[in-house]
Every structure is written in C-alpha cells, then in structure tokens.
C-alpha cells in the first residue's frame, strides 16, 4: 500500500484529535501496557484513545511518533493482512524513535490478530479497538494469546453523563433539596435517553439513537454475519425488548415470529440471537436455581443503553428503570450477576448478586399495593438461600408504604442507586 496515504492518513487523524475535545471518564489507560478495547458502537472507545494520545503529548511525546489508524477509513477498505507491515515503515520514515500505535477497528482486516501479535512480541506500545464478534473475549484470548488486556467500553454511567452535562453530584448535592433535584432530572433523562457520549451534541437524541441502532444492526448483526433475512432479526430485537424484565426462551421467541407471518426455523433464531448479542447490543443473565444445561435456554436479555431499549418502548418506565439496574450490575459483576425463578418455592427475584450476598427488586413506584409483594418475595428468599443478608428494592419514586415489613429492607431510588451502587449505606 502507498506510504503517502498512509501517511497523509495519520497525520489527518492527528488533525480530528488535537480538535477533539474530551470529557475524562473512570476508565484508566496506560501505555505501558498493550490494550483491547471492546463494546457497542459509539460507546467511546476512540475517545479514550485520543485522550490517551493527548496525554502522551502533555508529557512531551513527539506527534510523529503517534500512529492512529482509523481502519473505518473507506480509503483502506482494500486493505489485507500484508499490508500492515507497511504501517511499520511508515512509522520509521516519520520517526527515529520508538512508535506509539493506536488501531481503531482493526479487526476490519482479515488475519489482522497475526499482526498484533507479532507487535506485542517486539514490545511495541499499541492500543486497539474492536465492536463486534471478532473482538469478544473468548475470541481475543484465543487470537492474541494474553498479549493484551482486555476492558470493556460502555456508554456513560450515570456518574459520567452527570459530569458531561455539567451537573454536581456529590455528597452535598444529594441532600441539598434543589441540587438534588437537579440530578432526579438527569437521572430522568439518563433512563430514556441513555449514555452514548455523541447523543448529548444532538438536539434529537431519538434520531441519533435510531442511526447507531441501525448501524449496529444492519453493520455489525446482519452484514457482517451475512444474513439474508435481515428483517427477522429487527423482529427479534422487537421481541426482546418487548419482554425487557422478563425470561424469553427461544422457543417464544420462535412462536412469536411465526405468528406474524415470519418463516424461520428454530436454529435460525438461536444464530440470530447470538449475532446480536455479539454485537453488544444485548446481553443476558440467567436463573440461579437452573441447571447449567437449562440456563441458556430462558435467559433474561438486557439492552446495554436504555436509549436503545427505549427506542422500542412507548410509555414503559418499569422496563427502563430495569433496564438501567441490570445494566449498572452488569458492569460491576459481570458475569456473576443473576435472576431468581422458582416454581417450587414461588420466588421471583429481579437481581441476585451471590458474591455481595445480595437479592434486589426492581420497583417503579412502592406503594401500598405494591409493597406487600416486593417485600414478601425477597424476605421469603433471604429464607431460601443460605448467606443472603442483603435485601434491596430500587424505585424510581419515593417510598409510600406503611408495610411494617419495610424496615428489613433497604429502599434506594435509582438515581442514589446509579450513583452509588451497592456500596450505599442501609437506607433502613
């Protein structure tokens, strides 16, 4: 490939990121070590490496040792595995010193893992970026060989979208009754409008939403999967977020595309939802009383930004408030996080966290009529499973219930809960 494209290429990033301008975010990065940076679309993940490449040149870092390669560039579509090794000359022929690389969505590069490994092997500095697949942990332990640590890039927390649209949330502001109320307002907007860093620029976040789903879907699910029936993996991204709070198994999922008319085999549907979870654009978490067998089969599925949940929804606060907990859950616990079903002992359990000893209900409003429920389930499951010590129901409006059983529970709203998560002191 031709060294002065290449070349022109990178110095016309260093262009967009000097212009660029960044907000910090709780997610640290070094270039003492070599990174993978993977999650949704326009999560930010680029913006963490620019912020990266600024503080390089604070400390005296020279510009032309910077090399940022943005492979989304339709100038290197015709880019193969061979022509990577150009980069390297390119970077000697802009510097005598030492290179620091910044790949953003190498894996557009078929056999581009050889080529990272081999950087890594001669200690280069590089940083890389991927959403999609390709770049899911399984296959990046695979492919790189544990050459590089892998973090996963979300759109704003709470906290983060607080600090982008300028509003103070610490100690002070929570209790202090109008700032307080100003970030009860964010945390409404946060729910139906979610974390995506670009969003907050645009005036129609709905439109804006709507362009990266659609990238995410056609791009990253139907394309890159080469899927011809394109729209029966709208329909199943319709139908999950339609059961948002709720297990889906694939066989209702099946039955709900065939009784629209939709012609798709059951194995169809498995692959399908496996691209989309691939994508990151869902993910799920399983019942704690299944088999290891039966868990895969009636998951719980989660949007990863309520903005995109919310494009589906009309009037549906009780699954963004869900939505919003799992997501923050998800984020912390990873893996460990779960939902409790039981048709032998009757409880139904929103969140699970075994390693906080924790059981957690979600809950729109605590009333009266709603609280009797709330607090029997997990009063009834602190019973059931042995160490449980830690019961909580997060609302989104302030407690109004007179239930006696109230003081063995903690009640947080979400935008305390978003904030402070489960370090929170007992509400009691």
Not at 219 to 237: Q, T, W
Not at 361 to 374: F, I, K, M, W, Y
Request: charged share 25%.
């Amino acid at each position: 490939m031709q060294h002065d494209l290449i070349k022109r290429i990178i110095l016309e990033q260093h262009e967009v990121i000097r212009r660029t301008e960044i907000i910090p975010r709780a997610i640290p990065l070094s270039s003492e070590i070599n990174q993978v940076l993977t999650g949704i679309r326009r999560a930010g993940k680029s913006t963490l490496l620019y912020s990266l490449v600024k503080r390089l040149v604070a400390d005296g870092i020279s510009w032309m040792r910077i090399i940022y390669i943005n492979f989304e560039d339709e100038r290197l579509a015709e880019m193969t595995a061979a022509d990577l090794n150009d980069i390297l000359a390119v970077q000697s022929e802009m510097s005598d010193q030492k290179g620091y690389f910044f790949f953003d969505e190498i894996q557009n590069v078929p056999g581009w893992e050889k080529f990272a490994r081999r950087m890594a092997d001669r200690h280069e500095s590089v940083q890389i970026t991927g959403s999609n697949a390709k770049m899911l942990s399984r296959e990046i332990q695979s492919t790189l060989g544990g050459r590089y640590l892998e973090i996963q890039v979300w759109p704003y927390s709470f906290e983060e979208y607080l600090n982008a649209v300028g509003t103070p949330h610490g100690e002070t502001e929570l209790i202090e009754t109008v700032a307080h109320g100003r970030i009860r307002a964010g945390c409404a907007a946060y729910l139906e409008e979610g974390g995506f860093p670009e969003s907050l620029r645009y005036p129609s976040k709905r439109d804006y939403l709507s362009g990266v789903y659609q990238k995410i879907l056609l791009g990253d699910v139907v394309v890159r999967n080469e899927i011809r029936n394109s729209n029966a993996v709208a329909l199943i991204v319709k139908k999950i977020a339609e059961t948002v709070m709720h297990d889906v198994s694939y066989a209702k999922l099946y039955g709900s595309l065939k009784a629209i008319g939709i012609k798709i085999s059951k194995d169809s549907v498995i692959d399908y939802v496996s691209c989309i979870t691939d994508s990151f654009l869902l993910f799920k978490i399983y019942n704690f009383f299944s088999s290891f067998s039966e868990r895969e089969s009636t998951p719980k599925y989660y949007f990863e930004d309520n903005g995109l949940l919310n494009l589906f929804l009309t009037d549906k606060r009780s699954a963004l408030l869900e939505n919003a907990v799992a997501v923050w859950l998800k984020r912390h616990y990873g893996n460990e996080v779960y939902y409790i079903k039981s048709a032998t002992t009757g409880l139904d359990i929103d969140f699970y966290v075994p390693s906080e000893h924790t059981a957690i209900q979600v809950c729109l409003q605590l009333n009266e009529q709603s609280s009797g429920r709330e607090i029997d389930n997990l009063i009834k499951a602190s019973a059931c499973i042995s160490g449980l010590d830690r019961l909580i129901i997060i609302t989104y409006d302030e407690a109004v219930s007179n239930n006696p059983e109230l003081s063995k529970v903690e009640v947080l709203p979400i935008d305390v809960f978003l904030l402070k998560g489960l370090n929170h002191a007992s509400a009691g």
